[in-house]
Structures are given as structure tokens and as C-alpha cells.
């Protein structure tokens, strides 16, 4: 947190550097380029919506203070450090994942993309959904499964409790 803090300080907070920000993608192996390339980003955009770098706007309207508004949140990193010590995450497929992480003691939550549905960024196939719930079914562990409520869902986890909730309204 205090070298992000540092190298953020280096930078403005303006419209002229927050275009150059949404055109730039800082190198892949310089870590904490890319952690102030995307906090940056992030706290210059209108909602911090990043997700489609060319539709993301400047934010500074609903932000009378930008320059402060933008070092002030740093101090939300000290609780998060705190938070993640001893965290790991991984970036890997979950049949990679799981059997690494399984005991006893474990509790994977997954919540893959829902069957048959759409919007999601990455493709999560039928096969895909049949792997996890393999996979899910060998450890020795616990897991929660959020999904939605389809047959083939029914089906892959039959043999495991199957709590039914309610989908939230406006959806």
C-alpha cells in the first residue's frame, strides 16, 4: 500500500491523463504498474466502471475534490491488507483449484456463470458445469454452489442438498 501510495502520488488526477489511462495497458510483468494503471482508472471513472476501458468516462463531476478523493481512498488499503493476510488467490481453472485447496476443513463457495444464460464475459459450457459438479463431488470438504434453478442443475446435484431460495425481485 505505501509504494502504490507513492507512485499514485506521482500522477494528476485529470481528464487529459484519465484518456491516456483508457488507451494505455501498462506490461504485463510490472505488477504494480498495472495496480496503478487500474487503480487510477478506476478512481477517475464515472461509477468506476473499467470494464469496457473505451466507454468508461471521467468521473470529475460527481467528485468536487478529485485530487483528494483519489489519495483519501488509499487509506481503505490498510483494513484490506489486514483482511487478505494469509489469503491466497489463484487464477485457475477449478479442477486445477479445488483438489489443491481440499481437506477436510475446506469450504469452496463457487458461483459459476448459470446454465443457459447470457451476459457473462467468459463462456461457461454445459461440459463445463458437468466437470464442476464432478469435481465438487469428490472432495473431501464442503462446497456451496450458487445456480440457477435448471434441470441439468437438478440432475448434477441430486445427490447433494439442494436449498431453493427465492430469485430477487427486479431481476
Given amino acids: 500500500p505505501a509504494e502504490l501510495l507513492e507512485e499514485v502520488h506521482k500522477n494528476l488526477y485529470s481528464r487529459e491523463m484519465f484518456y491516456e489511462l483508457r488507451e494505455q495497458r501498462p506490461d504485463g510483468k510490472d505488477e504494480m504498474a498495472r495496480a496503478v494503471w487500474l487503480y487510477q482508472l478506476i478512481q477517475m471513472s464515472f461509477g468506476a466502471e ?91 470438504g464442503r462446497f456451496l454452489l450458487t445456480i440457477n434453478d435448471h434441470p441439468l442443475a437438478r440432475e448434477l446435484y441430486a445427490n447433494h442438498f439442494i436449498l431453493e431460495g427465492k430469485e430477487p425481485s427486479g431481476i
Fill in 50 to 140: 473499467v470494464s469496457n476501458s473505451q466507454s468508461a468516462s471521467f468521473g470529475y463531476w460527481n467528485k468536487s475534490r478529485g485530487d483528494l478523493f483519489l489519495y483519501k481512498s488509499l487509506d481503505q488499503f490498510a483494513p484490506t491488507k489486514e483482511r487478505l493476510r494469509g489469503v491466497f488467490i489463484e487464477n485457475l481453472d477449478f479442477e486445477n483449484l479445488i483438489p489443491r485447496y481440499d481437506q477436510l476443513r475446506s469450504i469452496f463457495y463457487c458461483d459459476p456463470p448459470y446454465i443457459e444464460t447470457c451476459g457473462y464475459a467468459e463462456g461457461f459450457t454445459l461440459e463445463d458445469h458437468q466437470r464442476l459438479a464432478t469435481c465438487l463431488s469428490a472432495i473431501e
